[in-house]
């Protein structure tokens, strides 16, 4: 496992669980997710954790696939964090979040498609899965969520994501015609269920009823998609410097410190041990599905203890941006993932016509150090089935120039980017032009560290 499997941020990540038609689980004592309908002025924990959940109920609206009418389409690449799931971690004494990870299309969250979706994954063993991805289940199927298992919601998810994209890019812009070959996707996973199953899920809406013969799901072994460059001490040395940031931060939090203390002692464990369960992981699956906190004979864990742990997530994540060693980190850690996109899209606007389509299948954290290494320091922490989207265009005036959209939950991020936050005050196109962000990619990502090179830049320690 890449050692970005111990940072912080993975206690954002949560899991999702079966609904009732009245929208609440069946064993839940009371509801414990407010009504959110307005973004309040000021961050707010239980808003920004409603946001993170991201309940498929209202339809998204979109930006993906917006051009002058004399722009063509020519590749979409994106890159998804998986949906909802189960908890990764336990707290101590207290019974796990009763969650069934059967998928029923009766019940809520569901999907016009899923029946559909979940017969056509029952028929995929012509599909091409490298290495342990063939062993893997494709879709959930467990009357009792295992660890970390993808839920319903977390399928519903991503069948709502493929059913967007495919409105946009291949009934509008046709970017894939019906007669698509394999040559034309590319798609890869990590070796997680739950990753696997989110990319099966987009990528069955997004071409329904495909043919399993023509789908080859790679395997990444990595959680940063370094593939065979991941050899990066100073990589790990920033990663190791913002681990320390995180407990300077927490440490010098009093009233995040009596929480834990007080939830010690309701499910009757030290402190210590309490903090390493990640308590959070398994809270936000409780708030994600409505269910109660729980209780011991001693007591109930609050929304109050809730609340105090996500504010504290939410000053960490500030800090982080203030202290600039994640991006740093984030610089080396995204640097392969975005050589292979932009390697790929030189590619495409060259003249070939394979993988005009890709999908990476991802975490928290793979999305969120690319968004920083992006400069997109405006956008939140990857929700559930978070998206990332990349489209190349051609300028059917000039046919030589390309240009690049970079979208994030359907929102344009293009000119929040780094390399292209001043490109629009001197142009009229609503996109970047390709060159700038391979010129980002292949040199200016290196400039803060003094180096000319990704190799370099990973043996360079900064003074």
């Known amino acids: 496992m890449c050692m970005l499997s111990v940072l912080y941020l993975s206690v954002h990540l949560i899991p999702a669980n079966p609904i009732r038609e009245d929208g609440l689980n069946p064993k839940s004592r009371k509801r414990i997710m407010p009504d959110l309908l307005t973004e ?3 961050i707010d924990p ?3 954790a409603h946001i993170y959940c991201n309940i498929p109920t209202i339809a998204e609206r979109s930006m993906e696939g917006h051009a002058p009418h004399y722009f063509k389409l020519v590749s979409v690449q994106v890159l998804i964090r998986h949906g909802d799931r189960y908890p990764l971690y336990a707290i101590p004494k207290t019974k796990r979040p009763d969650i069934d990870c059967m998928l029923l299309p009766s019940r809520k969250p569901s999907h016009p498609q899923l029946e559909a979706f979940i017969k056509h994954m029952s028929r995929g063993s012509a599909a091409q899965m490298d290495g342990s991805l063939s062993s893997l289940p ?13 839920t319903q919601t977390g399928v519903v998810q991503h069948l709502r994501n493929g059913q967007l994209l495919r409105e946009i890019y291949i009934n509008k812009h046709k970017l894939l015609l019906s007669d698509w070959t394999a040559k034309q996707l590319y798609l890869e996973t990590t070796g997680k269920s739950r990753t696997l199953q989110s990319a099966l899920a987009l990528l069955y809406t997004f071409l329904p009823d495909f043919d399993w013969k023509k789908i080859n799901m790679r395997h990444q072994w990595s959680t940063i998609f370094c593939s065979g460059s991941c050899d990066c001490p100073m990589r790990n040395h920033y990663l190791e410097e913002e681990q320390r940031r995180q407990y300077s931060l927490r440490v010098k939090n009093n009233d995040l410190e009596k929480i834990y203390v007080d939830m010690a002692k309701i499910v009757g464990v030290p402190t210590r041990q309490l903090r390493a369960s990640n308590p959070i992981d398994s809270l936000l699956c409780y708030f994600c599905h409505n269910v109660s906190f729980p ?3 001693t007591g109930c864990i609050s929304m109050e203890h809730f609340k105090v742990i996500k504010r504290h997530q939410l000053e960490d994540e500030r800090e982080r941006q203030e202290k600039k060693l994640y991006f740093l980190y984030a610089l080396l850690a995204t640097h392969p993932l975005l050589n292979q996109t932009v390697n790929r899209l ?15 299948s991802a975490h928290d954290v793979t999305l969120s150090p690319v968004l920083s290494a992006l400069g997109i320091t405006e956008a939140r922490f990857p929700r559930f089935a978070a998206r990332l989207v990349f489209e190349l265009w051609q300028d059917g005036k000039r046919p030589k120039e390309h240009f ?14 780094s390399f292209c936050k001043d490109y629009y005050k001197r142009s009229s196109k609503p996109m970047c032009p390709l060159e700038k962000f391979v010129n980002f990619v292949k040199r200016d990502m290196f400039l803060v560290f003094n180096s000319t090179s990704y190799y370099d830049a990973c043996r360079r320690r900064l003074l």
Not at 138 to 150: I, K, N, T, V
Not at 346 to 360: P, T
């Open 295 to 297: 209780c011991t004979k």
């Open 40 to 42: 309040p002025p000021a």
């Open 346 to 360: 030189q590619r495409i606007a060259e003249g070939k016509k394979e993988e005009v389509f890709v999908l990476y």
């Open 46 to 48: 239980v808003y920004e």
């Open 404 to 417: 690049i959209r970079i979208l994030y939950n359907g929102a344009d991020v293009t000119f929040q980017t």
């Open 138 to 150: 494709r879709y959930p199927s467990h009357s009792l969520c295992e660890m970390g298992e993808l």
